[in-house]
């Protein structure tokens, strides 16, 4: 169970500490909650020791049950360390290493990351004293959920509010998603094509399918979040996620280029695109025009990129195949995993309703040349990309 030290600061905000508590335990993290004095006026112990469901701290001078030292004890088998909300008496303490209650004496001793999640007044957040004070905290390398705009309790609008606490959640999960994978694909080349390619018919139109991208962005994010480096070729106007180099294509012909060009330096290959079968046998020049006739378009065949790589990869690379399928879902993609010469084939039944095609979430059967490796139910597509490339770096020689 991972373990976060929740610090709770005296301000109107400390009330929402309680949501965050609640949320965290329900996603299996153990929370240890440490409240400053002020903090006790806003929302009681109580309250944060009956959702954490273990002692809210408060005192510095309190006897541990042993004969330990409470802000050292309190320190130990932490994975993470958050304060929310953050006061800007709080900031500028945790900023000069001030430690004069229990909180701020616990946050001096971490050895384990900080997360601060700051509330107050604009006037006092945009305080040159309170963004000097940023700044010193983000130089100590303390990540910083910013606080939103809107308005606030005093009933002044403007920046200073607390940000979301499902908000607050995934960062603290994020942050320690990224900390446990840190390192993972250290050293190794990935190359991810993501999307459905668009094969042009004329010069405003295109013969094209639904496939969004996402799965293989989320791909792209997974494997760069484990210290790969990443080369994305897509065909999706996606957000391109940070540290992936991205190459944007939009035809079969185009992604088959590009990936023969990043195979040779790359260690796994993962084809989420969804590549046209077929595409115009010719492209008009000028837009084609309506009439009253019916219109056959003659289609061609575009190269099969996987089958194209068979003869060029070597053996100490991890090609994977996607097979978006609608019905014989395993007999389908092992027939694909065995014509194209993979390692991996990660099949999922787009006819399924809520997954696969531009969808946010997905469930997929992974087979491998020793039949299934991995059965996985509905889930986010962040979250089976975090497995699959968890799956692939075990399989990597
Ligand atoms: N693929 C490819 N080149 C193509 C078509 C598909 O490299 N011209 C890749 C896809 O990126 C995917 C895998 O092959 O990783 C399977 O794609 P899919 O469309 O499911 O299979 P097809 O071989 O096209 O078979 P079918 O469309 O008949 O199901």
Same mark, same amino acid.
């Given at each position: 169970?991972p373990?976060?030290?929740? @610090?709770?600061?005296?301000?109107? *905000?400390?009330?929402?500490?309680?949501?965050?508590?609640?949320?965290?335990?329900?996603?299996?993290? !153990?929370?240890? +909650? +440490?409240?400053?004095?002020?903090? &006790?006026? $806003?929302?009681?112990?109580?309250?944060?020791?009956?959702?954490?469901?273990?002692?809210?701290?408060?005192?510095? $001078?309190? =006897?541990?049950a042993d004969?330990?030292?409470?802000?050292?004890?309190? %320190?130990?088998?932490?994975?993470?360390?958050?304060?929310?909300p953050?006061?800007a008496?709080?900031?500028?303490?945790?900023?000069?290493?001030? #430690?004069?209650?229990?909180?701020?004496?616990?946050?001096?001793?971490?050895?384990?990351? /900080?997360?601060?999640?700051?509330?107050?007044?604009?006037?006092?957040?945009?305080?040159?004293?309170?963004?000097?004070?940023?700044r010193?905290? !983000?130089?100590?390398?303390?990540s910083?959920?910013?606080?939103?705009?809107?308005?606030?309790?005093?009933?002044?609008? @403007?920046? @200073?509010?607390?940000?979301?606490?499902?908000?607050? *959640?995934?960062?603290?999960? #994020? /942050?320690?998603?990224?900390?446990?994978?840190?390192?993972?694909?250290?050293?190794?080349?990935?190359?991810?094509? #993501?999307?459905?390619?668009?094969?042009?018919?004329?010069?405003?139109?295109?013969?094209?399918?639904?496939?969004?991208?996402?799965?293989?962005?989320?791909?792209?994010?997974? *494997?760069?979040?484990?210290?790969?480096?990443?080369?994305?070729?897509? &065909?999706?106007?996606?957000?391109?996620?940070?540290?992936?180099?991205?190459?944007? %294509?939009? &035809?079969?012909?185009?992604?088959?280029?590009?990936?023969?060009?990043? /195979?040779? @330096?790359?260690? =796994? /290959?993962?084809? *989420?695109?969804?590549v046209?079968?077929?595409?115009?046998?010719?492209?008009a020049?000028q837009?084609?025009?309506?009439s009253?006739?019916?219109?056959?378009?003659?289609?061609?065949?575009?190269?099969?990129?996987?089958?194209?790589?068979?003869?060029?990869?070597?053996?100490?690379?991890?090609?994977?195949? $996607?097979?978006?399928?609608?019905?014989?879902?395993?007999?389908?993609?092992?027939?694909?995993? !065995?014509?194209?010469?993979?390692? $991996?084939?990660?099949?999922?039944?787009?006819?399924?309703?809520?997954?696969?095609?531009?969808?946010?979430?997905?469930?997929?059967? +992974?087979?491998?040349?020793?039949g +299934?490796?991995?059965?996985?139910?509905v889930?986010?597509?962040?979250?089976?990309?975090?497995?699959?490339?968890?799956?692939f770096?075990?399989?990597?020689?």
């Amino acid at each position: 169970m991972p373990t976060l030290l929740l @610090g709770v600061s005296g301000g109107i *905000a400390a009330y929402k500490s309680a949501d965050l508590t609640s949320l965290l335990r329900k996603r299996g993290w !153990e929370v240890r +909650v +440490v409240m400053t004095p002020a903090a &006790t006026q $806003f929302v009681t112990p109580l309250t944060l020791q009956t959702l954490s469901r273990q002692k809210v701290h408060l005192d510095p $001078f309190d =006897l541990p049950a042993d004969s330990g030292v409470a802000h050292i004890d309190l %320190v130990k088998g932490l994975d993470l360390a958050a304060v929310v909300p953050a006061t800007a008496n709080l900031m500028a303490k945790v900023a000069h290493g001030i #430690a004069d209650d229990l909180l701020t004496t616990t946050l001096l001793a971490l050895r384990c990351p /900080l997360i601060l999640a700051p509330a107050m007044n604009s006037a006092m957040w945009e305080h040159p004293a309170t963004q000097a004070n940023l700044r010193l905290l !983000e130089s100590h390398g303390v990540s910083l959920i910013p606080p939103a705009s809107g308005e606030l309790a005093c009933g002044d609008i @403007g920046i @200073g509010k607390l940000a979301d606490v499902e908000e607050i *959640a995934n960062r603290i999960e #994020a /942050l320690h998603q990224k900390r446990l994978h840190a390192n993972r694909l250290h050293g190794r080349r990935v190359l991810i094509t #993501a999307g459905g390619t668009r094969e042009p018919l004329d010069p405003v139109r295109y013969l094209g399918n639904r496939s969004s991208g996402k799965m293989g962005h989320a791909l792209a994010a997974a *494997a760069a979040m484990r210290g790969a480096e990443v080369t994305l070729i897509t &065909t999706a106007s996606l957000p391109v996620p940070p540290g992936v180099g991205a190459v944007p %294509v939009a &035809t079969a012909q185009e992604m088959l280029e590009a990936v023969q060009k990043h /195979l040779p @330096g790359a260690d =796994l /290959l993962v084809m *989420a695109a969804a590549v046209a079968d077929y595409r115009p046998a010719r492209v008009a020049s000028q837009k084609i025009k309506k009439s009253d006739e019916a219109l056959t378009i003659a289609l061609e065949p575009t190269p099969d990129i996987l089958a194209t790589l068979r003869p060029l990869r070597r053996p100490d690379q991890l090609i994977v195949g $996607f097979a978006a399928e609608t019905d014989s879902l395993i007999p389908h993609a092992q027939r694909k995993l !065995e014509r194209k010469g993979l390692d $991996f084939i990660v099949a999922n039944d787009v006819s399924r309703p809520g997954i696969g095609f531009e969808s946010d979430e997905n469930a997929v059967t +992974v087979l491998g040349n020793d039949g +299934v490796v991995a059965n996985w139910e509905v889930a986010s597509k962040q979250a089976i990309a975090e497995r699959l490339l968890d799956l692939f770096a075990d399989r990597l020689p």
